[in-house]
């Protein structure tokens, strides 16, 4: 076993000892209870709902550790809070209707990040690049516009197709600016995110392996965040950039 793994190695013995369906009940009620009043009223539950969670993300930070270096320090920093900012929305339901998290990769060169969900009908996990900015955005896409194949590659393997089907992210109507409409590679250079998904089944989110089963998800992304990550600390000759 790999040194950077050891330290949290711990964790793989909380593996089983989740109860994820009582999170799951929790945000069920909340779903039909979503207001300050009823939540204060159950904060109990909640934390009890929270504590589980807490448990499953130390769990699933447990089998990630088995075949990626995870910065993230434990299961509880990964989660987000439930709670909802509304200054900005038109949404003003204060609660968030699921539970979930997110583990940085460590170091500078191993770029992407993991993301998973619990929620009643809508538990999943994705990973990617949510919101590069525009310089890794740009460099990306010149990366791409250069060689397509190897992204086109990794997109059509029987593993990335059958566990994610395809690529997603928010992508532009037309060609972004510097750059040919009639590219070959126009599909991929329009996308503005790189997102990946994989949902799970009822009898998943059932099995007291979802944790197993979501890091198996995470480590198919694996060939994705490597290339991604290739492209993004390298210039256009392969050498490493030196403004990393």
């Not at 109860?19 to 159950?42: A, C, D, M, V």
């Not at 434990?74 to 997110?102: E, M, T």
């Amino acid at each position: 076993m790999l040194n950077w793994l050891r330290p949290n190695s711990y964790l793989n013995v909380m593996a089983e000892n989740y109860n994820i369906q009582t999170t799951l009940s929790f945000l069920s009620e909340l779903e039909k209870n979503n207001n300050r009043e009823w939540f204060t009223e159950h904060k109990g539950e909640y934390l009890v709902a929270y504590d589980e969670m807490i448990t499953f993300a130390d769990a699933l930070l447990g089998e990630m550790q088995k075949h990626d270096q995870i910065e993230t320090a434990s299961g509880k920093k990964s989660l987000f809070r439930i709670y909802r900012d509304v200054r900005f929305s038109k949404n003003k339901l204060p609660y968030k209707n699921n539970l979930g998290g997110g583990f940085r990769r460590a170091t500078k060169f191993l770029r992407g990040g993991y993301y998973f969900q619990i929620q009643p009908g809508n538990c999943f996990v994705a990973g990617g690049f949510w919101g590069p900015n525009s310089q890794d955005l740009l460099h990306i896409r010149k990366q791409i516009a250069m060689d397509p194949d190897p992204l086109r590659e990794v997109v059509s393997d029987k593993i990335f197709q059958k566990t994610f089907d395809v690529l997603e992210g928010e992508q532009l109507k037309t060609a972004p600016k510097g750059f040919d409409k009639e590219d070959p590679a126009i599909d991929l250079l329009r996308y503005k995110q790189f997102v990946i998904m994989h949902r799970f089944t009822a009898a998943d989110i059932a099995s007291n392996k979802l944790h197993v089963k979501m890091a198996n998800a995470f480590m198919a992304m694996r060939p994705f965040l490597d290339y991604m990550t290739e492209i993004l600390t390298t210039d256009l000759n392969g050498v490493e950039r030196p403004d990393l």
